[in-house]
């Protein structure tokens, strides 16, 4: 990939957006929450040239503040959507027209909430599962699939349930 200016980048990212013939006011929001945002916040860092890993820490800040309750989801969403479309404008000149893969998706459990459970040992669990479903969801083989769920998290698990299993054993022993 060559070097290029986060600036000028998000300016083809903006242009490539409005040829394709969106309402003026889409292609302002996209501007003002996504990209606009991007570039100040590389700009402040004192990175005038995009790098990737600059982009996706500041997606990643986002979301945390997404999740917090201090940013509205379509502006995280804006800026995710954003981070994508400047990475594909930096590779290859252009970005896809198609909906985000599946593993950009919103819908994707690994860009959702993890749920709260009781105990830590339950929070890995309830983590891995997610994940395991969210691996299910992408646009593999079945049989790479297969062996993502059978050779990866089926033994976690399994370990995961036996250690959980021998702790609630063990306080059962201690308090019997």
């Not at 989801?73 to 959507?81: D, E, S």
């Amino acid at each position: 990939m060559n070097k290029i200016e986060i600036t000028v980048l998000s300016a083809r990212v903006l242009d490539a957006l409005s040829v394709r013939g969106l309402k003026a006011k889409t292609v302002r929001e996209f501007e003002r929450y996504g990209t606009r945002r991007i570039v100040q916040h590389c700009l402040d860092n004192g990175q005038t040239i995009y790098f990737k890993e600059t982009v996706q820490d500041f997606v990643w800040q986002e979301r945390a503040r997404m999740e917090s309750g201090a940013l509205p989801h379509y502006q995280w969403v804006l800026t995710r959507r954003a981070a994508v479309y400047l990475d594909q404008m930096a590779k290859h000149g252009k970005f896809q027209g198609e909906p985000l893969r599946s593993w950009e998706a919103e819908h994707n459990p690994l860009f959702q909430n993890a749920p709260h459970g009781p105990s830590n040992s339950m929070k890995v669990i309830d983590i891995i599962c997610r994940t395991r479903d969210a691996v299910i969801q992408l646009e593999l083989s079945d049989k790479t699939k297969t062996n993502y769920i059978y050779c990866g998290f089926g033994p976690i698990l399994n370990f995961l349930l036996l250690a959980v299993r021998s702790s609630i054993l063990q306080k059962r022993l201690l308090f019997s």
